[in-house]
């Protein structure tokens, strides 16, 4: 998979560019402030139809504008795809082949896997960080995977305003049941991700951190182990846990537990990470861990999504920074890099080469490639 050329129209601060790249490595060189991590961005937009940084669409338009709209072409196994996103701040539209799509109908032609500074929060952060990053990698795989999510919000929302308004019991049952059903879906299609990348985690940061570390998957309600369970039986779980506690929730205004409360667990020596690990040992398990979601995405694509990698170089240390080049080039796709100092980046072939100067975009002459 990848992407052949790019044209984003008045998207932050990119006025007007279009870039033709690479198929292997596209280097983004440019001082603080210029508009790396937004040219990234636009590619994860045009991906994903959700802003990397979390935020306002409103955001994602130039100062002073009223729209803004990216489009690509991408292949993917010899076909090629044209699409494009467009918002004026209020809402989406995707475009497919130059018809309008629905989301479901849009995704599939380009899979991205991003790698930027905050991802350390993943580590460090709140659980709806690791949520967050979960439900993302498992929407990549399977795309029905966000309308899971976005229902559960949905009922979860409805219960909580009904058990605030202090609604009859019987309404408040009948609201449990869709989001137990809703929410049994979300728990199994978290444990079994977690469970199919967690091998593969723990070699990863063996190899490259050399420590040994864990992921497992930390349920926000007590239910028996989904991997060896139902959907049908998570479900009856779920309705009793909240009909037990519906006494209490009432009280407090909202669902107290949920799979809203599930969490992703790092460890480390079977200490946890956020407490134990150490600046290096962290960066050490978000590298890990994108590297696994990349191998379980390319597994399940039959082809390498887009790596987008956000000024890595100036975060990792010299060792793991030589181990993430070792990976990026037995990685066989498309690859994204922003620096500041393209000496960051030991990459000399296969290569294109931007500078970007206050949003302004313009290849630059490789001369490596001429030796
Ligand atoms: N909607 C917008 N319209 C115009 N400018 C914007 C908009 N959104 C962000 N900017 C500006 O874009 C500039 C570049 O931001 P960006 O984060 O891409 O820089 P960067 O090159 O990645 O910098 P750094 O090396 O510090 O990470 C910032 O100065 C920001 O204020
Ligand atoms: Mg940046």
């Known amino acids: 998979m990848r992407l052949t050329h790019i044209a984003l129209d ?36 045009l991906s994903t139809l959700t802003p990397l940084r979390s935020g306002r669409l409103r955001n994602l338009i130039t100062w002073g504008e009223q729209a803004t709209s990216v489009r690509g072409r991408s292949e993917v196994n010899g076909l090629y795809h044209d699409l494009e996103v467009r918002t004026n701040g209020e809402r989406t539209f995707p475009l497919k082949e130059g018809h309008p799509r629905s989301n479901n109908e849009y995704f599939g032609a380009l899979s991205v896997v991003s790698f930027t500074p905050s991802d350390l929060d993943l580590v460090r952060g709140q659980p709806d960080i690791r949520r967050r990053f979960l439900d993302r990698a498992i929407f990549n795989e399977q795309s029905t995977h966000l309308e899971v999510v976005l229902r559960y919000q949905k009922a979860l929302a409805r219960r909580n305003t009904f058990l605030k308004e202090r609604k009859s019991e019987q309404l408040i049952r009948a609201y449990e049941a869709t989001l137990a059903e809703v929410g049994a879906r979300l728990i ?7 469970h199919s990348l967690s091998g593969v985690y723990s070699n990863i940061l063996h190899g490259i951190g050399n ?16 991997l060896s369970s139902t959907p049908q039986v998570i479900q009856q779980q779920l309705m009793s846990y909240w009909q037990q506690h519906r006494e209490s929730d009432m009280h407090r205004g909202f669902t107290q ?13 079977d200490r946890s990470a956020k407490d134990f690990a150490s600046q290096g040992q962290q960066r050490a398990i978000v590298l890990a861990l994108k590297i696994a979601q ?5 597994e399940r694509l039959q082809s390498r999504p887009i790596l987008l990698l956000d000024d890595v170089s ?53 001369h490596s490639l001429r030796l």
Do not use: C
């Open 188 to 194: 199994m299609s978290r444990a079994s991700y977690i």
């Open 314 to 366: 100036s975060e990792l240390d010299q060792s793991r920074a030589t181990q993430l080049f070792n990976f990026l080039s037995r990685f066989d796709g498309q690859v994204f890099l922003t620096t500041t100092h393209e000496s960051f980046i030991p990459l000399n072939s296969e290569r294109k080469m931007w500078r970007i100067v206050a949003g302004q975009i313009s290849p630059v002459e490789d």
């Open 10 to 45: 008045r998207y932050r601060n990119i006025r007007d560019a279009h870039l033709e790249f690479h198929p292997r490595f596209n280097l983004i060189v440019g001082d603080n402030g210029q508009g790396k991590t937004n040219l990234l961005s636009s590619i994860y937009w």
């Open 211 to 226: 420590f040994s570390g864990t992921i497992s998957y930390k349920l926000g309600v007590p239910v028996v182990d989904p």
């Open 294 to 298: 990349i191998e379980s995405l390319s």
């Open 257 to 269: 537990r949920g799979p809203h409360n599930d969490d992703l667990s790092l460890r480390i020596s």
